[in-house]
Nanobody, 123 residues
Framework: QVQLVESGGGLVQAGGSLRLSCAAS????????MGWFRQAPGKEREFVAT????????YYADSVKGRFTISRDNAKKTVYLQMNGLKPEDTAVYYC????????????????WGQGTQVTVSS
């Protein structure tokens, strides 16, 4: 069992930056591939970025490519999402998720989820 806790969300103006963190406990963090997803009000949860267990491979949604960077520190059992050039359409609750099955853009592929952290971008 893995427990995930996100932090770092908040209110930021368009063009600003935020760094989200997701701290893991209760499992062998380096055995899990990690993903970030987001969900805006009235919309389905959507894929943002994923990183494999070694950190050597990453993949991004087209909507965030070039602006967001996913990374991980296995020693600290933490995955990060650096968000630059934020836009109002990035406003959502951001979730981190873990899977032992390999990276995927599908939310259903992930076994463990955090509680989410709110990101609000004002125009």
């Amino acid at each position: 069992q893995v427990q995930l806790v996100e932090s770092g969300g908040g209110l930021v103006q368009a063009g600003g930056s935020l760094r989200l963190s997701c701290a893991a406990s209760g499992g062998t963090f380096s055995s899990y591939d990690m993903g970030w997803f987001r969900q805006a009000p009235g919309k389905e949860r959507e894929f943002v970025a994923t990183i494999n267990r070694s950190g050597g491979n990453t993949y991004y949604a087209d909507s965030v490519k070039g602006r967001f960077t996913i990374s991980r520190d296995n020693a600290k059992k933490t995955v990060y999402l650096q968000m630059n050039g934020l836009k109002p359409e990035d406003t959502a609750v951001y979730y981190c998720a873990a899977t032992a099955l390999g990276t995927s853009i599908a939310p259903g592929w992930y076994d463990y989820w955090g509680q989410g952290t709110q990101v609000t971008v004002s125009s």
